[in-house]
């Protein structure tokens, strides 16, 4: 018998699994790191957590060196070596290797700009693009070239 989510009308196995996913509605997160005192709505999702504290990397490419605490960052970096590129937009020809990049790219389509500056009123669709920005506001210059005393606010003015 399948159990239903009032909220959503998504369909679980088991009471367990609708109770866990209950808790994206509502909120609740019961489950506390001891370390760093982040709250997770699964044991499932604590115990991965954990591994950014303990150091483990469970999952190695075979391809080259690096390796992961994730399976889904293994699987996510595999992909720069094979090239795939599961996530199309449906309003244009791109497709990405991220889902969080396709997410990203659709501000462009959609004109979203959830950064915005708080010192002007400008808004921007990319973090980076807010803290290239911030630099007109501090005067800030963090890259220095390394044949002569001229920094840069940004990395293209130096190259």
Known sequence: MDHLC?????T????????THSRTHSGEKPFDCRICQKS?????????HHLT??????FPCTVCDKSFSHSSRLKTHQRSHSGETPYSCSKCTKSFSRSQ???????????????PCPQCDQ??????????????????????????AK???R?????
């Open 6 to 10: 009032q909220v959503c009308d998504k």
């Open 12 to 19: 679980f196995p088991s009471s367990s699994k609708l109770k």
């Open 40 to 48: 997770f709505s699964s044991s499932s999702s604590l115990k991965s």
């Open 53 to 58: 504290h303990t150091g483990e990397q469970l």
């Open 101 to 115: 990049d396709l997410r990203t790219h659709m501000r462009i389509h959609s004109g979203e700009k959830p950064y």
């Open 123 to 148: 808004a921007f669709s990319h973090n980076g693009s807010l803290k290239m920005h911030q630099r007109t506001h501090s005067g800030e210059t963090p890259y220095s070239c390394s044949k002569c």
């Open 151 to 153: 920094s840069f606010s």
């Open 155 to 159: 990395s293209d003015s130096l190259r």
